[in-house]
C-alpha cells in the first residue's frame, strides 16, 4: 500500500507564499505521474501542475504557470508546490496525486489553504 501524505497548509495572507509538501511511502520516481490538484467550495477538482511520464519536466494549468512552482526531491520521495501572491480564490483543499504505471491512483488526504482577504 501507498500512504500519501500533504502538509504545509494552513492560513495566509493575501499576497502572501506557502510551500507545500507532499510526501510518499513507496518512491515517486517509480510513479509515471505525480502532480497537484485542488479544490475549492463549490468547485470542480482542478489540476495545477504536474510532473507526467518524466522528472524533468513540469506541466502546468495555464493559470496557474504565473504563480505556482512544482518541484520534487526523489531522495525524500517528496514533491513540493510553491505557491505564491496568493489570493482568496485561491483557499481550497490541496491534494497530492500519485498516478502508477499501471493501477488506481493515490491522493493524499489534503491540506486546506485559507487565503484571508
Known amino acids: 500500500q501507498v500512504q500519501v501524505v500533504e502538509s504545509g497548509g494552513g492560513l495566509v495572507q493575501f499576497g502572501g507564499s506557502l510551500r507545500l509538501s507532499c510526501t510518499a511511502s513507496k518512491s515517486i520516481s517509480s510513479m509515471y505521474a505525480v502532480g497537484w490538484y485542488r479544490q475549492a467550495p463549490g468547485k470542480e477538482r482542478e489540476m495545477i501542475a504536474e510532473?507526467?511520464?518524466?522528472?524533468?519536466?513540469?506541466i502546468y494549468t495555464d493559470s496557474m504557470k504565473d504563480r505556482f512552482t512544482i518541484s520534487r526531491d526523489d531522495a525524500k520521495n517528496t514533491v513540493y508546490l510553491q505557491m505564491d501572491n496568493l489570493k482568496p480564490e485561491d483557499t481550497a483543499v490541496y491534494y497530492c496525486?500519485?498516478?502508477?504505471?499501471?493501477?488506481?491512483?493515490?491522493w493524499g488526504q489534503g491540506t486546506q489553504v485559507t487565503v484571508s482577504s
Open positions: 496525486n500519485l498516478e502508477p504505471h499501471w493501477g488506481s491512483d493515490y
Open positions: 510532473f507526467r511520464g518524466s522528472p524533468d519536466g513540469a
